[in-house]
């Protein structure tokens, strides 16, 4: 069946939080669906919305936790709780779209055929219910760590499929996609630091005999 003109229009972002509540059902068939109503708008709002969201869980674990004294500056936590709600929306913000970016680029550098703002609006659509789901089951005690792992597990194969789809990538490649710009960042260092160990010696050596040339 053909997809009709009217259908592959962005959403209006009141439409945007019911498709949030569908984050356990997110197969490639829904976000080959979304991927024809791509809006950056809607990823932006979605992604500030989230970032508002976490604010709000900052302030209710301080207000939970009694971190906020009358003698407010008096504790660190407090000033680094702070600056965690002053921060939390530029921050979901940057951290989303840098992610996002190295994801796009792991695409293209196996071989996808796609776009990042694509990529960065079917990301969004799981991206905030899961970030403020995870913020709420976090404040419950000991339950923090466990959750933030079966999301971060969950968060890998929506983003797997996310990125099939916006670059049209077997799962495959699609993992390698994801995968991939965490292995070059951890790679660039590994061989600078190897570099050095090698090179150290000689490098010292010769500024040895420089200094004693002086």
């Known amino acids: 069946m053909e997809t009709s003109i009217s ?22 068939t829904f976000f080959a669906d979304e991927a024809l109503r791509v809006s950056g708008r809607n990823t932006v709002v979605g992604v500030f919305v989230s970032g508002v969201a976490l604010a709000a869980e900052f302030i209710l674990a301080g207000a939970t936790t009694n971190i906020f004294t009358k003698n407010f500056g008096s504790n660190p936590i407090e000033v680094l709780t702070l600056i965690f709600i002053i921060l939390a929306v530029p921050m979901t913000l940057i951290s989303f779209y840098l992610d996002t970016g190295l994801r796009a680029l792991g695409a293209l550098i196996f071989g996808g055929k796609g776009n990042f703002t694509t990529l960065a609006y079917l990301v969004s659509l799981f991206y905030v219910p899961l970030i403020i789901i995870a913020g709420l089951l976090g404040l419950i005690p000991f339950v923090g760590s466990l959750i933030g792992l079966v ?39 590994v061989c600078v630091i190897g570099i050095l160990a090698l090179l150290g010696p000689a490098i010292g050596t010769i500024f040895s005999n420089v200094v004693n040339g002086i």
């Open 7 to 28: 259908s592959a229009t962005p959403r209006p972002f009141r439409e945007i939080p019911g498709l949030w509540l569908k984050v356990y059902h997110m197969d490639e």
């Open 151 to 189: 999301f971060a597990i969950y968060e890998i194969v929506l983003s797997v499929r996310a990125i099939k789809v916006a670059y049209k990538l077997g799962t495959g490649r699609a993992v390698g996609a994801y995968f991939a710009p965490v292995i070059l960042l951890l790679f660039i260092p």
